[in-house]
């Protein structure tokens, strides 16, 4: 007989990655592409005033789609918030890498900004390549239509993340190979070598080995020098890299925290 005790066993780390949730109010398209789309979720009651719009991760892979951002999507809905989580082309899908999918990102913000079934105000937040993603936004010219933009354990050095040959060289892959052989790609695409136009959160689990914390600690060191600090930095102790997308995790409360820092 079980201990009423006793807390519940934690649930293994990645099985967010496989659970399922409701299925979301639509999917509306923004390109031709069947993977430039994006799932709409909505509360059931008072909505607020800005969308929160996902970008998942995965290391940019093909393998890696939005179906595993389900459960952190209907979370958001839960508290409140209109959501649209984005699809994207990635590495290895004919369009996919760099810059293609960095370009289906600033479309689909642009369509979810444009929704009449939407506010037309924005919080992006990304995991792990989704976090890459959603601060490269936050440096485009478009970006300060933004409230801003919130990187969970995300990939913010594109260099050291290359140096460190995380997801087995999931960043040559992405942008089509190393920073010696295109320089001038690295420098459009690495957050580390741009200027957001919008607020920057920050939340990385410290048990993190699929993306170390030094990699965001790397970004913040880098972006502070610029006089660019991210508006909050969130080191979550006892948090591997995907109990920031678990809503049953206890780090998701710090998730929520930052969301609704920048809502505000």
């Known amino acids: 007989m079980a201990d009423p ?31 430039q789309v994006y799932d709409v979720r909505l509360p059931s009651g008072t909505a607020a005033d800005v969308t929160v719009v996902v970008v998942h991760g995965g290391f940019w892979r093909e393998r890696f789609d939005r179906s595993h951002a389900a459960c952190q999507a209907q979370a958001f809905a839960e508290a409140g918030y209109p959501v649209a989580v984005l699809e994207y082309r990635r590495t290895g899908m004919p369009g996919g890498g760099w810059p293609g999918t960095a370009e289906d990102v600033a479309a689909g913000v642009a369509a979810v900004l444009g929704d009449p079934g939407l506010p037309d105000r924005a ?10 993603l959603v601060v490269w936004a936050a440096s485009q010219q478009w970006g300060d ?8 354990a995300g990939v913010l050095d594109l260099h050291t993340a290359h140096e460190q040959h995380l997801g087995d060289g999931a960043v040559a892959a992405f942008m089509g190979g190393t920073p010696e052989q295109l320089p001038e790609a690295y420098a459009a695409a690495d957050p580390c070598a741009l200027t957001p136009r919008a607020p920057v959160s920050i939340v990385h689990g410290l048990d993190d080995d699929i993306v170390p914390v030094g990699v965001s600690r790397s970004y913040t060191a880098r972006a502070e020098a610029h006089r660019a600090a991210p508006r909050a930095v969130r080191e979550v102790a006892g948090c591997e890299h995907f109990g920031l997308i678990d809503p049953e995790h206890p780090a998701f409360a710090e998730v929520l925290a930052a969301v609704a820092e920048l809502a505000s």
């Open 5 to 35: 005790h006793q807390s519940p066993a934690p649930r293994d780390a990645g099985d967010v990655m496989e659970r399922t949730a409701p299925p979301p109010t639509r999917t509306t398209a923004y390109g031709s592409d069947p993977a």
């Open 145 to 152: 239509r933004l409230v801003g933009v919130v990187s969970l």
């Open 123 to 132: 919080v992006l937040i990304g995991h792990s390549a989704g976090g890459h």
